[in-house]
């Protein structure tokens, strides 16, 4: 029970530092034309054109960050202590790249391969540190 909670845990810590960061690069963001409703099926695509690279990169550092404090939470919560957790952790919160994939698929590529290996890498670094220090 102790390793599910540390897995849901470190899911929320890495949800929470993504969403935190990417509301904070969507200041970076320009207008978009006036009347554009978020219903138009053209909105996605000016939004992403809108995006200037500065956002994706501040949005690509919450997912390190909220992967790596993700990964060492659920360590040091976790009874076992082992691998298998922060592998469950980045599993799960990869899952936000296919959301994104399927969902807004103008997305640039590169940022979907970007945060794909942000959340396997940093989770298991984070778990990393936590059982190396302990």
Not at 10 to 37: E, H, K, N, Y
Not at 41 to 46: E, F, I, K, S
Not at 58 to 74: K, P, R
Not at 119 to 129: D, E
Request: charged content about 10%; hydrophobic content about 55%.
């Amino acid at each position: 029970m102790k390793n599910i909670f540390a897995i849901l845990t470190g899911i929320l810590i890495g949800t929470l530092f993504f969403i935190l960061f990417g509301a904070l690069s969507a200041s970076f963001q320009s207008p978009l034309p006036a009347g554009l409703a978020m219903s138009d099926p053209a909105y996605n695509p000016a939004r992403v054109e809108a995006t200037p690279r500065s956002s994706w990169v501040v949005t690509l550092t919450g997912i390190v960050l909220g992967a790596f404090l993700a990964g060492a939470a659920g360590t040091a919560i976790s009874s076992a202590k082992k691998p298998w957790i922060t592998s469950w952790i980045g599993a799960l919160l990869s899952l936000w790249v296919f959301y994104g994939l399927f969902m807004v698929p103008e997305i640039p590529f590169w940022f979907d391969l970007a945060s794909l290996a942000a959340y396997l890498l940093f989770t298991y670094l984070g778990g990393m540190v936590i059982r190396e220090g302990s």
